[in-house]
Protein backbone atom coordinates (compact mmCIF):
# COMPACT_ATOMS: atom_id res chain seq x y z
CA UNK A 1 0.00 0.00 0.00
CA UNK A 2 2.72 2.49 1.00
CA UNK A 3 4.32 1.67 -2.31
CA UNK A 4 1.21 2.95 -4.23
CA UNK A 5 1.51 5.98 -2.10
CA UNK A 6 5.06 6.91 -3.01
CA UNK A 7 4.57 6.39 -6.75
CA UNK A 8 2.03 9.02 -7.86
CA UNK A 9 4.43 11.04 -5.36
CA UNK A 10 7.53 10.43 -7.80
CA UNK A 11 6.26 10.88 -11.01
CA UNK A 12 4.17 14.28 -9.26
CA UNK A 13 7.95 15.46 -8.24
CA UNK A 14 9.20 14.39 -12.04
CA UNK A 15 6.51 16.56 -13.34
CA UNK A 16 7.79 19.47 -11.53
CA UNK A 17 10.84 19.16 -12.46
CA UNK A 18 10.28 19.04 -16.22
CA UNK A 19 7.95 22.34 -16.12
CA UNK A 20 11.16 23.93 -14.06
CA UNK A 21 13.64 23.27 -16.64
CA UNK A 22 11.42 24.27 -19.34
CA UNK A 23 10.47 27.54 -17.45
CA UNK A 24 14.09 27.59 -17.11
CA UNK A 25 14.86 26.59 -20.51
CA UNK A 26 12.52 29.47 -21.77
CA UNK A 27 14.01 32.72 -19.90
CA UNK A 28 17.46 31.51 -20.86
CA UNK A 29 16.71 31.87 -24.56
CA UNK A 30 14.81 35.05 -23.80
CA UNK A 31 17.79 36.41 -22.05
CA UNK A 32 19.67 34.83 -24.96
CA UNK A 33 17.62 36.92 -27.42
CA UNK A 34 18.08 40.13 -25.71
CA UNK A 35 21.45 39.59 -25.61
CA UNK A 36 22.06 38.87 -28.75
CA UNK A 37 20.32 42.07 -29.61
CA UNK A 38 22.26 44.56 -27.56
CA UNK A 39 25.68 42.89 -29.48
CA UNK A 40 24.51 43.06 -32.94
CA UNK A 41 23.85 46.84 -31.86
CA UNK A 42 27.24 46.77 -30.69
CA UNK A 43 28.82 45.88 -33.34
CA UNK A 44 26.93 47.58 -36.08
CA UNK A 45 27.85 50.54 -34.08
CA UNK A 46 31.51 49.66 -33.70
CA UNK A 47 31.33 49.54 -37.34
CA UNK A 48 29.65 52.59 -37.96
CA UNK A 49 32.36 54.47 -35.83
CA UNK A 50 35.34 52.14 -37.70
CA UNK A 51 34.15 53.71 -41.28
CA UNK A 52 33.52 57.52 -39.77
CA UNK A 53 37.09 57.42 -38.40
CA UNK A 54 38.96 55.74 -41.38
CA UNK A 55 36.98 58.58 -43.70
CA UNK A 56 37.14 61.32 -40.67
CA UNK A 57 38.72 63.77 -43.51
CA UNK A 58 36.18 63.37 -46.04
CA UNK A 59 32.95 63.42 -43.32
CA UNK A 60 35.17 66.97 -42.05
CA UNK A 61 35.77 68.35 -45.08
CA UNK A 62 31.60 67.72 -45.79
CA UNK A 63 30.44 69.35 -42.91
CA UNK A 64 32.99 72.59 -43.26
CA UNK A 65 31.32 73.29 -46.52
CA UNK A 66 27.72 72.90 -45.06
CA UNK A 67 28.78 74.87 -42.27
CA UNK A 68 29.68 78.04 -44.43
CA UNK A 69 27.10 77.48 -47.32
CA UNK A 70 24.39 77.55 -43.99
CA UNK A 71 25.81 80.88 -42.58
CA UNK A 72 25.97 82.74 -46.12
CA UNK A 73 22.33 81.42 -46.52
CA UNK A 74 21.23 82.28 -42.93
CA UNK A 75 23.06 85.50 -43.54
CA UNK A 76 21.21 86.58 -47.08
CA UNK A 77 17.71 85.76 -45.64
CA UNK A 78 15.46 87.89 -43.59
CA UNK A 79 14.36 87.15 -40.28
CA UNK A 80 10.70 86.19 -39.62
CA UNK A 81 9.08 87.56 -36.57
CA UNK A 82 5.94 87.06 -35.26
CA UNK A 83 3.42 87.92 -32.71
CA UNK A 84 0.08 86.39 -31.28
CA UNK A 85 -3.04 88.70 -30.89
CA UNK A 86 -6.49 87.14 -28.92
CA UNK A 87 -9.62 87.56 -29.79
CA UNK A 88 -13.63 86.64 -28.29
CA UNK A 89 -15.86 86.56 -31.52
CA UNK A 90 -19.46 87.71 -31.60
CA UNK A 91 -22.68 87.07 -32.62
CA UNK A 92 -21.88 84.00 -34.02
CA UNK A 93 -19.27 85.60 -36.33
CA UNK A 94 -16.26 82.52 -36.24
CA UNK A 95 -17.50 81.33 -39.71
CA UNK A 96 -16.56 84.56 -41.15
CA UNK A 97 -13.72 85.78 -38.99
CA UNK A 98 -11.85 82.36 -40.08
CA UNK A 99 -13.24 82.60 -43.72
CA UNK A 100 -11.27 86.40 -44.10
CA UNK A 101 -8.38 85.58 -42.19
CA UNK A 102 -7.83 82.56 -44.98
CA UNK A 103 -8.46 85.25 -47.88
CA UNK A 104 -5.60 87.38 -45.99
CA UNK A 105 -3.42 84.84 -45.29
CA UNK A 106 -3.91 83.52 -49.25
CA UNK A 107 -2.84 87.42 -50.54
CA UNK A 108 0.52 87.49 -48.09
CA UNK A 109 1.48 83.87 -48.45
CA UNK A 110 0.36 82.43 -51.29
CA UNK A 111 -0.80 85.52 -53.99
CA UNK A 112 2.10 87.88 -52.31
CA UNK A 113 -0.78 90.65 -53.10
CA UNK A 114 0.75 93.28 -50.96
CA UNK A 115 -1.84 96.01 -52.73
CA UNK A 116 -4.82 94.18 -52.03
CA UNK A 117 -2.93 93.39 -48.62
CA UNK A 118 -2.62 96.74 -47.69
CA UNK A 119 -6.26 97.87 -48.43
CA UNK A 120 -7.85 95.06 -46.38
CA UNK A 121 -5.69 95.87 -43.22
CA UNK A 122 -5.46 99.63 -44.21
CA UNK A 123 -1.58 100.03 -43.85
CA UNK A 124 1.66 100.62 -46.47
CA UNK A 125 2.23 98.09 -49.37
CA UNK A 126 5.71 98.06 -47.65
CA UNK A 127 4.52 96.78 -44.44
CA UNK A 128 2.23 94.93 -46.44
CA UNK A 129 4.77 93.07 -48.18
CA UNK A 130 6.72 91.98 -45.10
CA UNK A 131 3.87 90.10 -44.20
CA UNK A 132 4.41 86.35 -44.70
CA UNK A 133 1.68 84.42 -42.93
CA UNK A 134 -1.40 84.75 -41.22
CA UNK A 135 -2.79 82.35 -38.66
CA UNK A 136 -5.57 81.36 -36.33
CA UNK A 137 -6.76 78.71 -34.00
CA UNK A 138 -8.83 78.29 -31.16
CA UNK A 139 -7.26 79.33 -27.58
CA UNK A 140 -8.71 76.45 -25.72
CA UNK A 141 -7.59 73.82 -22.83
CA UNK A 142 -8.77 71.06 -21.44
CA UNK A 143 -10.29 72.59 -18.54
CA UNK A 144 -12.88 75.00 -20.90
CA UNK A 145 -14.13 71.49 -22.60
CA UNK A 146 -14.93 70.23 -19.74
CA UNK A 147 -16.56 72.87 -18.68
CA UNK A 148 -18.43 72.83 -22.22
CA UNK A 149 -19.37 69.16 -22.44
CA UNK A 150 -20.66 70.09 -18.56
CA UNK A 151 -22.86 72.63 -20.02
CA UNK A 152 -23.51 70.42 -23.14
CA UNK A 153 -25.45 67.55 -20.86
CA UNK A 154 -27.57 69.91 -18.48
CA UNK A 155 -29.41 70.61 -21.69
CA UNK A 156 -29.89 66.48 -22.68
CA UNK A 157 -32.48 64.49 -21.75
CA UNK A 158 -31.41 62.06 -19.58
CA UNK A 159 -31.13 59.21 -22.13
CA UNK A 160 -29.07 61.11 -24.19
CA UNK A 161 -27.20 61.87 -21.27
CA UNK A 162 -26.42 58.85 -20.59
CA UNK A 163 -25.68 57.55 -24.05
CA UNK A 164 -23.32 60.54 -25.41
CA UNK A 165 -19.75 60.74 -23.74
CA UNK A 166 -17.01 62.82 -23.74
CA UNK A 167 -15.12 61.81 -26.24
CA UNK A 168 -18.32 62.02 -28.80
CA UNK A 169 -18.73 65.64 -27.96
CA UNK A 170 -15.02 66.31 -28.45
CA UNK A 171 -15.13 64.80 -31.89
CA UNK A 172 -18.18 67.14 -32.88
CA UNK A 173 -16.47 70.51 -32.07
CA UNK A 174 -14.85 72.22 -34.43
CA UNK A 175 -13.47 75.76 -34.69
CA UNK A 176 -16.61 77.44 -34.85
CA UNK A 177 -17.57 75.95 -31.58
CA UNK A 178 -15.24 78.47 -29.56
CA UNK A 179 -15.16 82.40 -28.95
CA UNK A 180 -11.97 82.96 -28.35
CA UNK A 181 -9.17 82.65 -30.72
CA UNK A 182 -5.51 83.14 -31.48
CA UNK A 183 -4.36 84.88 -34.22
CA UNK A 184 -0.93 85.07 -34.94
CA UNK A 185 0.74 86.86 -38.04
CA UNK A 186 4.51 86.58 -38.98
CA UNK A 187 6.45 89.20 -40.59
CA UNK A 188 10.06 90.03 -41.85
CA UNK A 189 9.48 93.42 -40.21
CA UNK A 190 9.79 92.87 -36.32
CA UNK A 191 8.14 96.64 -35.77
CA UNK A 192 4.98 96.27 -37.87
CA UNK A 193 2.51 94.69 -35.23
CA UNK A 194 1.85 97.60 -33.90
CA UNK A 195 0.22 98.99 -36.61
CA UNK A 196 -2.55 96.19 -37.39
CA UNK A 197 -3.98 97.11 -34.03
CA UNK A 198 -5.79 99.88 -35.34
CA UNK A 199 -7.69 98.01 -38.18
CA UNK A 200 -7.20 94.38 -37.67
CA UNK A 201 -9.90 93.92 -35.93
CA UNK A 202 -12.17 95.31 -38.54
CA UNK A 203 -10.94 93.78 -41.14
CA UNK A 204 -11.50 90.31 -40.18
CA UNK A 205 -14.88 90.26 -39.48
CA UNK A 206 -16.69 93.09 -41.68
CA UNK A 207 -19.81 91.77 -42.58
CA UNK A 208 -23.42 93.80 -43.09
CA UNK A 209 -25.30 91.09 -41.82
CA UNK A 210 -23.37 90.75 -39.05
CA UNK A 211 -22.85 94.65 -38.93
CA UNK A 212 -26.75 95.27 -38.13
CA UNK A 213 -26.89 92.25 -35.54
CA UNK A 214 -25.20 94.00 -33.72
CA UNK A 215 -26.94 97.41 -34.18
CA UNK A 216 -29.98 95.32 -33.65
CA UNK A 217 -28.10 94.07 -30.06
CA UNK A 218 -26.53 97.31 -28.67
CA UNK A 219 -30.13 98.98 -29.58
CA UNK A 220 -31.75 96.45 -27.49
CA UNK A 221 -29.12 97.28 -24.71
CA UNK A 222 -29.95 100.88 -24.66
CA UNK A 223 -33.85 99.97 -24.42
CA UNK A 224 -33.17 98.13 -21.23
CA UNK A 225 -31.04 100.51 -19.70
CA UNK A 226 -33.44 103.11 -20.57
CA UNK A 227 -36.64 100.88 -19.06
CA UNK A 228 -34.88 100.15 -16.03
CA UNK A 229 -34.23 103.94 -15.43
CA UNK A 230 -38.03 105.09 -16.05
CA UNK A 231 -38.21 101.94 -13.38
CA UNK A 232 -35.82 103.63 -10.69
CA UNK A 233 -37.98 106.73 -11.07
CA UNK A 234 -41.43 105.07 -10.34
CA UNK A 235 -39.75 102.97 -7.41
CA UNK A 236 -38.17 106.36 -5.80
CA UNK A 237 -41.87 107.96 -6.45
CA UNK A 238 -43.38 105.51 -4.74
CA UNK A 239 -41.25 105.40 -1.74
CA UNK A 240 -41.16 109.09 -1.53
CA UNK A 241 -45.35 109.07 -1.33
CA UNK A 242 -44.71 106.14 1.13
CA UNK A 243 -42.27 108.52 3.29
CA UNK A 244 -45.75 110.96 3.06
CA UNK A 245 -47.87 108.97 4.31
CA UNK A 246 -45.98 107.63 7.22
CA UNK A 247 -45.11 111.34 8.02
CA UNK A 248 -49.06 111.60 8.00
CA UNK A 249 -50.14 109.24 10.03
CA UNK A 250 -47.59 109.46 12.61
CA UNK A 251 -48.96 112.73 13.63
CA UNK A 252 -52.45 111.34 13.76
CA UNK A 253 -53.86 109.82 17.14
CA UNK A 254 -53.30 106.38 17.27
CA UNK A 255 -57.35 104.94 16.84
CA UNK A 256 -58.61 101.78 16.35
CA UNK A 257 -59.84 100.58 12.90
CA UNK A 258 -58.90 104.18 11.77
CA UNK A 259 -56.26 105.51 9.82
CA UNK A 260 -55.13 105.70 5.79
CA UNK A 261 -53.73 102.62 4.37
CA UNK A 262 -52.83 101.05 0.87
CA UNK A 263 -53.33 97.81 -0.28
CA UNK A 264 -52.69 95.29 -3.04
CA UNK A 265 -55.85 94.01 -4.63
CA UNK A 266 -55.23 90.41 -4.11
CA UNK A 267 -53.12 90.68 -0.91
CA UNK A 268 -54.13 90.65 2.95
CA UNK A 269 -55.73 93.69 4.18
CA UNK A 270 -53.35 93.66 6.96
CA UNK A 271 -50.40 94.36 4.99
CA UNK A 272 -49.33 97.89 2.91
CA UNK A 273 -48.99 97.75 -0.27
CA UNK A 274 -45.74 99.43 -0.19
CA UNK A 275 -43.04 98.20 1.75
CA UNK A 276 -39.75 99.93 2.40
CA UNK A 277 -37.44 96.51 2.01
CA UNK A 278 -39.12 95.25 -0.95
CA UNK A 279 -38.31 98.41 -2.93
CA UNK A 280 -35.05 98.34 -1.86
CA UNK A 281 -34.76 95.39 -2.89
CA UNK A 282 -36.52 95.95 -5.78
CA UNK A 283 -33.87 99.00 -6.68
CA UNK A 284 -31.24 96.78 -5.49
CA UNK A 285 -32.16 94.11 -8.40
CA UNK A 286 -32.39 96.56 -11.05
CA UNK A 287 -28.57 98.14 -10.83
CA UNK A 288 -27.50 94.81 -10.92
CA UNK A 289 -29.47 94.39 -14.08
CA UNK A 290 -27.80 97.64 -14.80
CA UNK A 291 -23.97 96.40 -14.45
CA UNK A 292 -25.06 93.82 -16.49
CA UNK A 293 -26.27 95.63 -19.51
CA UNK A 294 -23.18 97.88 -19.15
CA UNK A 295 -20.50 94.96 -19.18
CA UNK A 296 -23.09 93.71 -22.07
CA UNK A 297 -22.56 96.80 -24.09
CA UNK A 298 -19.12 96.80 -23.89
CA UNK A 299 -18.98 93.03 -24.80
CA UNK A 300 -21.29 93.55 -27.83
CA UNK A 301 -20.20 97.15 -29.27
CA UNK A 302 -18.10 95.12 -31.47
CA UNK A 303 -17.66 91.60 -33.59
CA UNK A 304 -15.02 91.04 -32.71
CA UNK A 305 -13.29 92.01 -29.09
CA UNK A 306 -9.64 92.13 -29.33
CA UNK A 307 -8.82 90.60 -25.28
CA UNK A 308 -5.66 90.80 -26.13
CA UNK A 309 -3.33 93.27 -28.61
CA UNK A 310 -0.63 92.68 -30.93
CA UNK A 311 2.67 93.87 -28.80
CA UNK A 312 4.86 96.39 -29.61
CA UNK A 313 7.39 95.01 -31.48
CA UNK A 314 7.53 90.85 -32.74
CA UNK A 315 9.71 88.00 -31.44
CA UNK A 316 12.41 85.82 -33.65
CA UNK A 317 9.93 82.76 -34.76
CA UNK A 318 12.73 80.45 -36.22
CA UNK A 319 14.24 77.88 -34.05
CA UNK A 320 17.57 76.49 -34.11
CA UNK A 321 16.91 73.53 -35.73
CA UNK A 322 15.61 75.53 -38.80
CA UNK A 323 18.95 77.11 -38.87
CA UNK A 324 20.87 76.36 -42.02
CA UNK A 325 24.10 76.82 -40.65
CA UNK A 326 22.58 73.33 -38.37
CA UNK A 327 21.00 71.44 -41.19
CA UNK A 328 23.50 72.18 -43.90
CA UNK A 329 26.47 70.33 -42.17
CA UNK A 330 24.17 67.00 -41.54
CA UNK A 331 22.54 66.64 -44.77
CA UNK A 332 26.14 67.08 -46.39
CA UNK A 333 27.33 64.41 -43.62
CA UNK A 334 24.53 61.82 -44.37
CA UNK A 335 25.14 62.64 -48.38
CA UNK A 336 28.57 61.83 -47.52
CA UNK A 337 27.82 59.09 -45.27
CA UNK A 338 25.39 57.39 -48.27
CA UNK A 339 27.69 57.90 -51.16
CA UNK A 340 30.45 55.68 -49.50
CA UNK A 341 28.01 53.12 -48.53
CA UNK A 342 26.40 53.51 -52.16
CA UNK A 343 30.44 53.01 -53.23
CA UNK A 344 31.06 50.08 -51.18
CA UNK A 345 28.03 48.63 -52.48
CA UNK A 346 28.97 49.10 -55.87
CA UNK A 347 32.69 47.48 -55.41
CA UNK A 348 31.09 44.42 -53.72
CA UNK A 349 28.76 43.21 -56.55
CA UNK A 350 30.92 43.93 -58.82
CA UNK A 351 33.63 41.53 -57.10
CA UNK A 352 30.90 38.89 -56.85
CA UNK A 353 30.19 39.39 -60.45
CA UNK A 354 34.08 38.53 -61.05
CA UNK A 355 33.67 35.65 -58.90
CA UNK A 356 30.28 34.34 -60.53
CA UNK A 357 32.20 34.55 -64.18
CA UNK A 358 35.33 32.65 -63.22
CA UNK A 359 32.98 29.91 -62.02
Known amino acids: MSKDLQQPKQLEEVDLGQLFNMVGNLFQRLFDFILSIFNNIYKLILVLLIHVYKRIKWYAISGIIGLILGFFIDSSTDEVYGANAYIETNFGSAHQVYENLKYLHQLAYVDKDSIELARKLNISVKDAASIKGIYMRPDID ?52 QKLNKSFSKAISNNDYLNELKNVELRNFITQKETIEIEKKEIDSLASEYLKIRKNESKKQAVVGSGTNLYMGNSDQNKLIVDESELLSKKTKLEALKREINVGLVKNENIVNVVSEFPDAGYDMTDWRDKMKVRLPILFFLITFFGFILYGMGKYLSEQDQKINKK
Open 142 to 193: ENDRIRMFVAFKKGLDSLSREEYSYDDYIESLDYYSFKRHQVGVASTDKFIF
